[in-house]
């Protein structure tokens, strides 16, 4: 479900390190996952996405992870750079729903040099 | 190719005051289309969805209202702005039979003082 309430936990990495990024969803109907990455004061850019028949989707130094027996999605970006810096939301597609797009917590990212 | 407008990118109104934000969408027929808002530090949350002309569905209970004249245009507005109402919105659409791929416009920064 939504938690637009709370201020977004972070995580602080060193540059060229891996960073992993977690996300727990709620409706276990849900079909299809996407990441996002928000850079301030922009909308969110499409990183990767997963359908639920997948545990686990490469891209150009992403990697997505989904266990649907706890309902988690995980994001691990591989050697994290200064540009890497920015919020990460996890989103789910309710397709039982009309097809929303209803996004996680989302945590900021920083990268120290 | 698809692209998504929206504007205008910031927004200072007096509380009271009428406020209407448009997007529109170009390259494609049939969108869903999304306001999403962002308080400082937090998640989005859903505001409307629409699923075609004349068609509009509200997420939560607010002073805010949607319309879709058009096929490609989706429009956010208020008859009296509440301090409250400040955000960044974003407009969304994807594509319509499938709701994949969404897209985000830039985001109007809204300032109620």
């Known amino acids: 479900g939504e938690n637009v309430g709370l201020h977004l936990p972070t995580l602080s990495v060193q540059e060229g390190d891996n960073s992993i990024i977690n996300c727990a969803y709620s409706?276990?109907?849900?079909?299809?996952f996407i990441w996002y990455k928000q850079e301030s004061g922009k909308g969110p850019q499409f990183i990767i996405d997963?359908?639920?028949?997948?545990d686990k989707r490469q891209g150009q130094r992403v990697t997505v992870l989904l266990n649907k027996t706890v309902k988690h999605l995980s994001l691990q970006i591989a050697a994290t750079q200064p540009g890497d810096s920015a919020v990460y939301f996890c989103?789910?597609?309710?397709?039982?729903?009309?097809?929303?797009?209803?996004f996680g917590q989302g945590t900021e990212l920083s990268v120290k040099p | 190719s698809q692209t998504i407008h929206q504007w205008p990118a910031t927004l200072v109104q007096p509380v009271g005051s009428p406020l209407s934000l448009e997007c529109t969408v170009e390259?494609?027929?049939?969108?869903?289309l999304y306001w999403y808002r962002q308080a400082a530090g937090r998640g989005l949350q859903l505001l409307f969805y629409?699923?075609?002309?004349?068609?509009i569905s509200s997420e939560v209970p607010q002073n805010l209202s949607a319309s879709r004249p058009q096929d490609r245009q989706f429009i956010l507005s208020s008859k009296k702005l509440l301090l409250s109402d400040s955000g960044f919105y974003l407009c969304?659409?994807?594509?319509?039979?499938?709701?994949?791929?969404?897209?985000f416009g830039s985001g109007t920064r809204l300032t109620v003082v």
């Open positions: 969304a659409w994807s594509a319509g039979s499938a709701g994949y791929g969404y897209t």
């Open positions: 409706n276990s109907a849900s079909d299809y």
């Open positions: 997963i359908r639920s028949n997948m």
């Open positions: 989103a789910e597609i309710l397709y039982n729903q009309g097809g929303k797009l209803i």
């Open positions: 390259g494609t027929s049939n969108p869903n």
């Open positions: 629409s699923v075609g002309i004349g068609q």
